[in-house]
């Protein structure tokens, strides 16, 4: 029978192997601390076989480097063994929701979730701090002490961590603000699908390190865009000529040639844009019946075989064009130099954003961002500082409806009931255009910097205007707040506080809102169920690992200690703790659905119809085994402690055998 790890995976080996299916000649035996053998790389044997040209030690080349990377590095890679708890009292709807909201170190909470949504997060919005000189670097787990180089605020999470504040007087100012940002990129990237991005609110103080790191994480050429993004009316005076109204937006995603995200400004419906671009390769493209027709002939036939010029490109038509009743009446295949792919024609065509203009070549309706360059927006800046710029403000780089920190305030303060709850929150108009970008409407969408969860918040929204079925994960350090804030005297003692308020007053507000536009339509307009809606969220919480140190450590105790491990489990932890870390660990995600039976006495959880069971009682009824079986469960787990004897594991492995064959049995 099979034992559960019950600690994140160790990536170093991982990619050990994944090098050693590639280059297995650089592949060697060293000895670990304890004496024995393990596989390891031989760098300097990888470095050249990777070049073409002698590879000498020291060699120059192109890249950010800076005191602390290596060690950020080893941490993303190394494995940790701390768990997440759930929370059912600060949870909403936690039976049914598909949300989750979790609180903790984001870096723990990354490594902890890294099995389980490897590859499944659609999309990641973060809003990091922005190393000003008054943001928070988490805990302090640098090498170097801060004595010699930070000032301690006193500041404490909810467990009496202690929190330091990076002001530049600070020797590795920048260099504490990349490490804490580089070890949370590399492990976000596999968390991203291959069609995935990730979209990060900079401002200039880091954006330029920002963009660097990314390169090297995200590789340089699946950057799509860094985004200007008007902040505020009104800007913060830098000097005599210019103020400081925007912030940006850097957007790369796992892999260009899979992203189809399009970023920018949304334009209004009415707009146009052609479908053809000269620079492209000649390609053919099928163009679904039923769409609609501009042509200034409501009934028209062109034959098959005709030739129509765009912009000096010839279209050559491979069927008939056959327009009927001012609609295309009947498929359509041309050839051309196409902007859209295939799949993006059809999507456009199913969802009505396709028509045909009367000089014949295809348009669509602008229902996705189109982004505008800075340069298209701002004059030229002569040399001298001449008197008619002195009052220039950086502004109207996106049209009205982006929102700005102004907006984000008051959206809190409405919601809340009270001003100053949290500075500087971003608008719910910002994120929603962001998330729109990805035309998916079904997706999880991850923020590990999840503040006042305005992500959140904009999540349920669209969802109730779109009837989407988008889901978030939100991450948020339990923070204290500062004693003198608006925030602590209206109850908020931490941040996560705020969040978990703000997205249950949300989601109230939201129903009602739904509930009310139901209420308003009009005859022979469907209703949509308001309790289809997910405006709940399960709470987790990052804690030590559910097991005892026995469990990881059996080499370092002497014969005469194991006496005082009856269980390999610690007391005070409860079947749903166990049950999260068993999920965990067996890459299920956080959200399925789980229900609590009782069988012939045993407490049974049953995840995912059959994904899962287990079962964590300290005596094992047969009968209960058998009825497990008829489930035809993929995974079964159980305590070890729960057999007495030996023989009563090895009867229960060869009753599944027997009655469930597929099934693997484990225990914790």
């Given at each position: 029978m099979d034992k559960l790890k019950m600690q994140t995976p160790d990536l170093t080996d991982k990619n050990i192997e994944q090098i050693a299916s590639l280059f297995p000649n650089v592949i060697t035996e060293i000895r670990d601390e304890k004496g024995n053998i393990k596989k390891a790389v031989d760098f300097d044997l990888l470095k050249q076989t990777l070049s073409k040209e002698l590879v000498e030690e020291g060699d120059e080349r192109y890249r950010l480097d800076w005191p602390g990377k290596k060690a950020s590095l080893l941490k993303a890679n190394t494995p940790i063994i701390n768990t997440l708890r759930p929370c059912r009292a600060e949870s909403v709807n936690f039976d049914t929701t598909e949300n989750l909201y979790i609180e903790g170190d984001n870096f723990e909470v990354l490594k902890v979730l890294q099995e389980s949504y490897l590859g499944k997060v659609k999309m990641i919005y973060i809003d990091p701090p922005y190393n000003t000189g008054s943001d928070f670097i988490y805990k302090d787990d640098f090498k170097v002490s801060k004595e010699q180089y930070g000032e301690e605020i006193g500041a404490e999470n909810e467990e009496g961590e202690k929190l330091f504040k990076n002001t530049d007087s600070n020797g590795r100012f920048h260099s504490d603000w990349l490490s804490m940002m580089y070890e949370r990129l590399v492990v976000a990237r596999d968390l991203l699908k291959d069609d995935g991005a990730i979209f990060i609110s900079i401002d200039d103080n880091e954006v330029h390190n920002l963009r660097k790191i990314c390169d090297e994480i995200f590789g340089e050429e699946n950057f799509v865009v860094d985004l200007i993004w008007e902040?505020?009316?009104?800007?913060?005076?830098?000097?005599?000529?210019?103020?400081?109204?925007?912030?940006?937006?850097?957007?790369?995603?796992?892999?260009?040639?899979?992203?189809?995200?399009?970023?920018?400004?949304?334009?209004?419906?009415?707009?146009?844009?052609?479908?053809?671009?000269?620079?492209?390769?000649?390609e053919i493209r099928k163009i679904p019946a039923g769409i609609i027709s501009k042509y200034k002939e409501k009934n028209y036939v062109l034959k098959k075989g005709s030739k129509i010029s765009v912009n000096t490109m010839n279209l050559i038509l491979h069927t008939d064009l056959v327009i009927r009743d001012a609609v295309l009446a009947e498929d359509l295949v041309i050839e051309g130099n196409w902007r859209y792919q295939q799949d993006l024609m059809i999507k456009f065509a199913l969802e009505k954003e396709l028509y045909i203009t009367q000089d014949l070549y295809?348009?669509?309706?602008?229902?996705?961002?189109?982004?505008?360059?800075?340069?298209?927006?701002?004059?030229?800046?002569?040399?001298?500082?001449?008197?008619?710029?002195k009052d220039f403000n950086i502004n109207n780089l996106f049209e009205d409806g982006w929102g700005s920190n102004e907006d984000g305030e008051e959206e809190l303060r409405l919601l809340m009931g009270g001003k100053g709850i949290l500075e500087f929150p971003k608008p719910i108009k910002l994120i929603k255009k962001l998330i729109t970008s990805t035309r998916d409407k079904n997706l999880i969408i991850l923020d590990f910097f999840s503040g006042s969860a305005t992500t959140a918040h904009a999540v349920m929204q669209l969802n109730a205007e779109d009837g989407g079925n988008r889901k978030f994960i939100m991450v948020q350090l339990p923070e204290r707040t500062d004693e003198k804030s608006e925030a602590y005297k209206s109850g908020y003692k931490t941040i996560s506080d705020i969040g978990k308020e703000r997205i249950q007053r949300a989601g109230k507000k939201i129903?009602?809102?739904?509930?009310?536009?139901?209420?308003?339509?009009?005859?022979?307009?469907?209703?949509?169920?308001?309790?289809?809606?997910?405006?709940?969220?399960?709470?987790?919480k990052t804690n030590s690992t559910n097991m005892k140190d026995v469990f990881y450590h059996p080499n370092?105790?002497?014969?005469?200690?194991?006496?005082?491990?009856?269980?390999?489990?610690?007391?005070?932890?409860?079947?749903?703790?166990?049950?999260?870390?068993?999920?965990?660990?067996?890459?299920?995600?956080?959200?399925?659905?789980?229900?609590?039976?009782?069988?012939?006495?045993?407490?049974?959880?049953?995840v995912q119809t059959n994904a899962l069971v287990a079962c964590f009682d300290d005596s094992i009824d047969f009968k209960v085994v058998d009825e497990i079986a008829k489930i035809q469960p993929f995974k079964v787990v159980f305590k070890d402690a729960s057999f007495r004897y030996d023989k009563d594991r090895i009867n229960v492995e060869e009753r599944f055998k027997r009655l469930s064959s597929e099934t693997r049995v484990t225990v914790i």
């Open positions: 902040k505020k009316k009104k800007g913060t005076f830098l000097s005599n000529t210019i103020t400081n109204i925007k912030e940006y937006v850097l957007v790369y995603s796992k892999s260009i040639n899979t992203f189809q995200g399009l970023i920018g400004e949304i334009n209004s419906d009415t707009e146009t844009y052609p479908c053809v671009n000269a620079s492209n390769k000649r295809l348009r669509r309706i602008v229902k996705e961002p189109r982004y505008k360059t800075l340069k298209d927006l701002l004059p030229r800046l002569g040399s001298n500082k001449d008197a008619k710029y129903v009602a809102e739904f509930k009310e536009n139901s209420r308003q339509l009009k005859l022979g307009e469907e209703t949509i169920d308001a309790s289809k809606l997910d405006i709940g969220f399960r709470v987790y370092d105790l002497q014969q005469e200690q194991l006496s005082a491990f009856q269980s390999n489990i610690k007391e005070d932890r409860i079947p749903e703790d166990l049950l999260t870390q068993v999920i965990l660990d067996l890459g299920l995600e956080l959200s399925l659905p789980i229900e609590e039976k009782k069988i012939h006495g045993n407490t049974v959880y049953i």
